[in-house]
């Protein structure tokens, strides 16, 4: 079962590739949140009440619920222009993002560890390099979230690779973090709505040496 | 007592947020700099207690911890001067003060934690509350500044936490759950070495975002330039204090196995190229506040191949962090006096200061000797003992570009420097006059480093012995 998610979310990756329009986005987001539950609640199936919160609050509530709703809010509400504009066009996308699923199988066999499961490796260094694939393609600040959201995603499947447990505190950390980074990341985009006119990464290249 | 701490601190800083009275604003900010020397004091008298079992005093928290007690009063005192210099509403003071209030308390409790998680945790907060600050402004430059800080930081940090994960792959194979430093560091011998060095790979590159070494070094230098100069003085010192606490502590770990080499090799080379890369900009920057932080750069690149070459450089570099924190600090600060003055941060339009602030601009050449190295200053002893410790470990190879490139770096600087201080420069406005006792506080600053560097006290001494302790295997 956890396979058939974990690729589910590998498509969705390659469905990224090719979406045109942010809303897709943001619905691959909370399509990834649910998946993300789905994984989390097989393997963690025996873990305590108060992890199962946690858990249950990290994925479902905030990744699949909150921040999706939240990225919608602010396309909204700043009049964001509903295609992506990636600089690359998306048949492009599609190769790249193919070839860096192919190569972390490789990356994977080749690793031959025994400690970790190699189906959640590779989704979550795929989505790792993918996101941050994404974030250099793409040109809109908000796209820069959402793909920070994704890489994200890929580090919450890697700790189930790990294998053990993560403590308590940590889950504390990264829940901290994804929610800190997205409404503060939020919050600017609204502020930088106000200083520029159009919210588009190449306005912001005015600081350099 | 860390709790207590923090919840003080925290308290403090979200009053502060909503205080808009002026006089209980002052208040509040004595009484954070009380609570933060009174922790300062209670850690320094119990040394080496865990607290609350993630937290431990020890030497390196200790001297870190006491750098950052020191700074962080003129930082805020500074900043009193700034804010009401420039009439911002109430509600931009309370943000400015409460961040920067947090930004302490997080540096706290990240020099403070035994636990590598939680090491992480208080860095990501600091990135949180030094964004606000950056964005104190609220122009197009530190709109722009804010963006790339809070984005590069949030992805290093993010490989910091992968390098983590990887971690506990290491130790899978010892059934460990604990991340704690001190066991870390007992069963180092047992790690899975390819684990490890993918990790120590992650870890080194996230935390560069804070160092500010060569991988992820621009996040910084933007925020130095756009954030207010007292803000600028802490991130260019304390800030940077706590990226070399996160890969120190690593590094320690790193050094009981047998991929301590291979993981110098890897610190060396990034040293280098950012000792290289602050050379190649300092010729070409007209930004005094740049200029600095890309000197902080080369300063920190310096001390980091101290630290891959082993022997005396590993005391060489704590030194040099100690000293290099004040320098930068207190030149910052008078920075901040400077653009007061010729509300310009272009070298080309700033000129005879000394005709206009006959003390800063003795504090300029002043630290213009003790940035760069020359004999009285403290920071040419650190770096003699560096390059000692090169000579030793027999990198010529890395010694000799090293000291072209310093060479380099003290020409550009001092070609900054003196044009600002000597060279007739063209119209000038009304001139703000500058607090006298804020310049006092930087010539003390100044005044430790002389200090440390020429006659350090023995217990400074052997508290970075202490510090430096772990590595000798």
Redesign the interface.
Known sequence: MTKILLIVFIISLLYFAIANRLMTYVKILALQGIILFGVAFIELIELNVVNLILILLETIIIKAITIPLFMRYIINKNNITREAEPFLPNSMSLIIVTLIIVVTFIISNA?N?F??HKIYFVSALSA?FCG?YFIISRRK?IT?VIC?VI??NG?FI??F???????F??N???L??VF??VF??GI?IN??GD??SDIDVSQ????K? | MILLYLAGALSIGILTFLNRNRNLGRVLIGLFILLQWFFTIHSLLHRNTYQFS?FLPDALAIITLLVLSIISIPALLHSYDYIYGEHDSPRTRGMYYGAMMILIMALTAAYLSS?I??T??FI?ITT?SA?TLI?HR????S??????Y??VC??S??LV??G??FL??A???VNE?S?QYARLTELAPKL?T??LKLSFVFIFTGYTAKLGLVPMFTAG??AK??APTPCAALFSSVLLNVGFVGIFRFYSIVAHTSVHPWANYIIMAAALLSVFVATV?MF??KNIK?MLAYSSIEHMGVLMIGLAAGGIGYYAAILHLVLHSFVKSSMFLQIGHLYKTYRSKEINEIGNYFQYNTAGGLFLLISFIAITAMPPSGLFVSELYIFKALLNGGYLYILIPMLILITMIIWAMGSGIFRMLFVPAGEKGKTEPVNHIETGMQYLLLAIIFYLGLNPPAGFVALINEAISGLMV
């Open positions: 690793v560890s400690h970790i790792l941050l600040i820069h920070y890489i994200e580090v890697l700790s690779a790990v294998g053990n447990e993560m403590p505190l940590v504390l950390g990264v901290l973090d800190v980074s503060l990341l600017f502020k930088v200083v520029t912001l290249s005015n600081l040496d | 993630f636990h998680a939680v992480w945790i990501e949180l964004s964005f609220r122009k197009a430059g709109v722009e500044a804010t963006w790339k809070i984005f949030s992805v940090l993010t936490f992968i983590i994960l506990s792959i130790l899978g194979n759950t991340l899975d390819f684990w230098i933007d330039d756009k900009y070409k920057l740049r």
